[in-house]
């Protein structure tokens, strides 16, 4: 997924609204955006989606809270759904997310959420507990958007249907 998954994915993260109700512990974290922030723990914008209202962070925990407008649900590729809460929340240290809460994908007929996602390298390794799977930090410089997620602006129709870059192995 351009996306994490979703978070995940499928997972996930055009943007750059501004952070309406930062509080963090530091007063120069109060001035960042909440994907502004996502980058200073080394995290692609895109593992968000477009339109975070604000957020909450504890630098001496780690713990964290990201607002949107509501719930956000889009499709990548017709094959998965993406589905985040109006509030996600986890712990959020350099290079991982962890004990995340407010994000799930559709595989098949199954909602299943995504627990964690961590960053080694140019990949990001999304899990859902059971299964996770890795794809390339390049589908995650854009944040999707809800309702139309990666493909809002730039449909392209094959055969009728509308088609992502991302493949997901789900």
């Known amino acids: 997924m351009k996306m ?6 499928t997972l996930t993260l055009t943007l750059v609204l501004p952070s309406a109700s930062a509080s963090a512990s530091s007063p120069s974290d109060s001035n960042l955006t909440a994907y502004q922030a996502l980058q200073t723990f080394d995290f692609p914008v895109g593992i968000l989606p477009a339109g975070a209202l604000g957020y909450e962070l504890d630098r001496s925990t780690g713990a964290f809270k990201a607002y949107l407008n509501g719930s956000c649900q889009f499709s990548i590729q017709s094959y998965y759904q ?3 809460k109006s509030t996600i929340s986890g712990r959020i240290t350099k290079d991982r997310l962890s004990n995340l809460s407010g994000v799930s994908v559709k595989i098949l007929f199954l909602w299943l959420n995504i627990v964690e996602v961590s960053r080694d390298g140019d990949e990001l390794y999304f899990s859902v507990g059971i299964a996770s799977a890795s794809f390339g930090i390049d589908n995650f410089y854009e944040s999707p958007q809800c309702g139309c997620g990666f493909d809002c602006n730039s449909l392209r129709i094959r055969a009728g249907r509308a088609t992502s870059k991302l493949r997901l192995p789900f």
């Open 4 to 9: 994490v998954f979703f978070l995940f994915i």
């Open 82 to 84: 993406l589905r985040y």
